[in-house]
């Protein structure tokens, strides 16, 4: 939990690697993910860098892949998933690779040449054959309708061009595309004015196209004509409409040999293509066992050497230089990885790590797990923390969940809920793997262990309300008794509670009395409960929020903002809103239900807490009822008068005593810097003192320096800080008030939430539950499916949502705004694991 209360604590160091041992060591660096390099060649385009030629190599591996890879999915070949991620090939490993890669281009790209030919073929003789077929029934039709011999007699002459020039009819067969069919008929109609007799039949069987393997249908056509003229017009209309034309025998006798001839060819085609596929299919189901792990390795290998082109080479050209955060903690698995690195490549000199002082701002980096990440996640989501802040995730993994709870409070539709987490949970390697495309999904199951949580305590605080699908239970034994017989409770559709007469004195033993469920003034005894519980929790959580500040002031050594913030902030607080609080407490044991006029304590007498809090803030007092008192006891009026005089007097605390602080410290330090004189006045390096010796060392970031927000506010213009402080200090002062109402949310959405489940239950089940018949079991059993679809759709997926929300609110804005900054930057290492899930993510 130290990783989470704080982020770690981060390094700047320099690499010093030898060549030969480069690509070895930042291999090793990928696998461990533990450092995030800089860039230190920006000014430097990505063409002019060192390893520019190595990283085209590596996309040319990668057009492969992707080539290779769209054939195996066009065939529909099964990729088996990598159970464990290869390393990253050596370069004696990569050279094999790259030519390996070729070899198999070059197979599947000739492979599939050959496919599309034979393709190409079987295309034209399948066309041929419906165009032989097709013209064959034509003439058959036409001769039997003249009343000729099919077998000696044919309709056209043998001599087609004698035939023509005579002024007998020749013909043009071929097909095209169906869907061109009605252009193609209206433009020989153009062009021959009419003259040109046009039969069509579509293939029934729809062809494949060689190219791309989709479906392509097509019509057979016989376009009859008479003259040279109107063929070539019937030639350039069929090539402009890219029809394929035939050559179709004029006599029945060579169409039926033609034909034969043509099926035979079919065929043996068929035969070939058979063969070929198959030969295809072994190569690339070979291909697929391999290719995850190619596509890592590439991956891989493109990353490293886009790292090294981050790095400096010195001016001997010996060793490459570079800059990368690495977490303090993790230094010795860096320096590790580095001697590893040195070792593969051979290295006769050992890589190192240098670890030096910086003012920059470092990442921030909060080590989770796969419990803890889900919290961090919604943190991050508002802002990354500043360097060293104090982190709100830690204590969202309680407060998230209950504040969403109290919102959410009902046993069943908390059960549902943690159901839901729980299948996620036990489940979850199934569905890593899985890698679902669903964003929706995705969002759910990055959270699946606050789903849990929020469930599980949703049912905590169902349990005390008392409330499960809005029936309540009765467990313990109600303490009100009605007309002295309990039966009344379920007898009597609604009744008057009233605590004088009908309270046995006895509480029940956990949450709210099942008795409320069946009374009148259910809602008001409800509105109040859940209403002074909301500001409770409320005021308590911004106190929280308030007292984190002060672990900031400490770490970041800024004690004076612990005296001119914290202290007035948190005395501002308590004087007012924390006094509210306090004032429900006394009003809830000092008034029962009992009334004396000795005590004036009865319920009838109570003030009301509200009217109280704003007649403290204007100073004004009311006249109370006859027999009562205004205030719960003797001096609250002067008390009350007391915490508004000393809170106001904290607004100016806040408002001028960090700027006059400031001040007075800047007088003081150029006084002191005037008494003494310039301080390098009189000092002289010796000569044989050289620059390196000169120079402090360093041993790594000094996180004091910046102070918390990473800005100094030693070089601040004591305007600004006026400014900032006043901004700072309105804020406070009119969100104190807004924020505390706005808590009030937490009673409103768990209000809306039990009168919506008891709107569903009433309105929809309670009217198959009150048939009595035997028709009643099967009318129950669809209503009891409508209430369950409108229970998990309206009450647990959209309330869920609209709790969550509202809960999300109140921690960023009311929780995180009194000590949050949020103003760093992530720690993005440099990981292999982070590369591969990124790759892997569905694109939108």
Wanted: aromatic share 12%; hydrophobic share 45%; proline share 4%.
């Amino acid at each position: 939990m130290g990783a989470m209360f704080r982020s770690e604590e981060m390094a700047l160091a320099q690499l010093f690697i030898q060549p030969e041992a480069a690509y070895q060591s930042i291999s090793e660096l990928g696998e461990t993910g533990t450092v995030q390099f800089r860039d230190l060649n920006e000014e430097v385009s990505a063409f002019q860098r060192k390893f520019v030629g190595e990283v085209r190599r590596c996309d040319e591996m990668e057009r492969k892949l992707r080539y290779i890879e769209a054939e195996v999915r066009k065939d529909d070949v099964p990729i088996p998933d990598v159970k464990e991620l290869p390393k990253a090939p050596n370069p004696r490993e990569i050279i094999d690779l790259e030519a390996h890669l070729e070899k198999t281009e070059g197979d599947i790209r000739e492979l599939s040449e050959s496919a599309v030919k034979l393709k190409s073929n079987y295309l034209e003789l399948a066309e041929y054959k419906h165009v032989l077929e097709k013209t064959q029934s034509f003439f058959i039709e036409q001769e039997e309708a003249n009343g000729m011999d099919t077998a000696h007699k044919s309709l056209i002459p043998e001599d087609n061009q004698g035939a023509t020039s005579r002024g007998r009819l020749g013909f043009v067969a071929g097909v095209v595309n169906r869907e061109r069919v009605p252009a193609f008929e209206r433009m020989l109609w153009r062009i021959s004015r009419g003259n040109v007799f046009l039969r069509q039949a579509e293939i029934e069987k729809a062809l494949e196209d060689p190219a791309t393997g989709n479906e392509i249908k097509k019509t057979v056509f016989v376009a009859f004509f008479q003259g040279e003229q109107l063929k070539s017009r019937i030639t350039k209309v069929c090539a402009g409409f890219h029809a394929s034309i035939y050559q179709c025998p004029s006599s029945s006798g060579e169409r039926n040999e033609t034909l034969q001839n043509v099926k035979t060819q079919i065929e043996d085609l068929n035969l070939v293509l058979n063969q070929t596929a198959d030969h295809r299919n072994r190569v690339l189901v070979t291909v697929a066992k391999d290719l995850q792990n190619w596509s890592i390795m590439v991956r891989k290998m493109k990353a490293i050497y886009h790292t090294l082109n981050m790095f400096n080479m010195d001016v001997t050209k010996k060793c490459l230089i570079g800059e990368c955060w690495v977490p303090v903690h993790d230094i010795p698995i860096v320096q590790k990885a580095l001697q590893d690195g040195s070792s593969a490549g051979g290295s006769s000199i050992a890589s190192f790590l240098n670890v030096i002082d910086t003012n920059e701002q470092p990442p921030t980096f909060n080590r989770t797990n796969k419990f803890t990440r889900g919290f961090q996640n919604l943190i991050d989501s508002y802002g990354v923390a500043s360097y060293r802040e104090v982190n709100p995730a830690l204590y969202t993994i309680i407060t998230f969940p209950f504040l969403f709870a109290i919102m959410f409070g009902d046993v069943g539709h908390g059960f549902i809920l943690f159901l839901f987490g729980l299948y996620m949970v036990l489940y979850e390697k199934r569905h890593m793997g899985a890698k679902s495309s669903s964003e929706i999904w995705n969002i759910f199951f990055a959270g699946r262990y606050i789903i849990v949580l929020m469930g599980l305590f949703s049912i905590y605080t169902g349990i005390m309300y008392n409330d499960i699908f809005s029936r309540t239970m009765n467990i313990f034994g109600s303490s009100w008794r009605v007309n002295t017989n309990f039966s009344t409770l379920n007898e009597s559709e609604e009744i008057q509670l009233n605590p004088t007469y009908d309270y046995t004195g006895t509480p029940y033993f956990f949450g709210v009395d099942p008795a409320w469920m069946l009374a009148k003034n259910k809602i008001i005894f409800l509105n109040s409960y859940k209403m002074k519980l909301s500001i409770i929790f409320g005021v308590f959580h911004m106190m929280f929020g308030v007292c984190m500040s002060v672990v900031n002031f400490a770490h970041f050594r800024k004690m004076e903002n612990f005296f001119f913030m914290f202290l007035p902030q948190i005395i501002f607080l308590m004087l007012l809103f924390l006094w509210m609080v306090v004032m429900m407490f006394l009003k809830w044991i000092l008034y029962d239900a009992n009334y004396t006029t000795e005590t004036q304590f009865g319920s009838s007498c109570a003030p009301s807490v509200l009217i109280l809090f704003i007649n403290m803030m204007l100073f004004k007092a009311d006249d109370p009822e006859p027999g009562c008192k205004e205030f719960m006891f003797e001096g609250q009026d002067t008390l009350q008068m007391v915490f508004v005089i000393i809170a106001v007097l904290c607004i100016p605390v806040m408002l001028l005593g960090k700027p006059i602080y400031v001040m007075m410290k800047r007088n003081n330090k150029g006084k002191h810097e005037i008494m003494n004189g310039d301080v390098n006045q009189g000092i002289e390096l010796q000569p044989e003192t050289t620059l390196e010796e000169a120079k402090p060392t360093h041993s790594g970031h000094k996180e004091g320096g910046g102070g918390h927000g990473g800005h100094n506010e030693d070089d601040e213009p004591i305007g600004d800080i006026f400014i900032h402080q006043a901004i700072h200090t309105i804020e406070y002062v009119l969100s104190t008030v807004s924020h505390t109402a706005s808590y009030l949310r937490l009673w409103a959405l768990s209000l809306a939430h039990a009168q919506l489940s008891e709107v569903l239950w009433n309105m929809v089940l309670q009217m198959g539950l009150a048939i009595s018949t035997y028709v009643g079991g099967v009318v129950l059993f669809f209503i009891f499916g409508a209430w369950a679809v409108l229970t998990v759709a309206i009450l647990v997926m959209m309330e869920g949502l609209s709790a969550f929300l509202h809960t999300l609110r109140l921690h960023w804005v009311e929780f995180m705004s009194k000590f949050y900054e949020g103003l760093g930057y992530p720690f993005q290492p440099f990981s292999f694991k982070l590369i591969m899930e990124e790759d892997s993510e569905p694109a939108d």
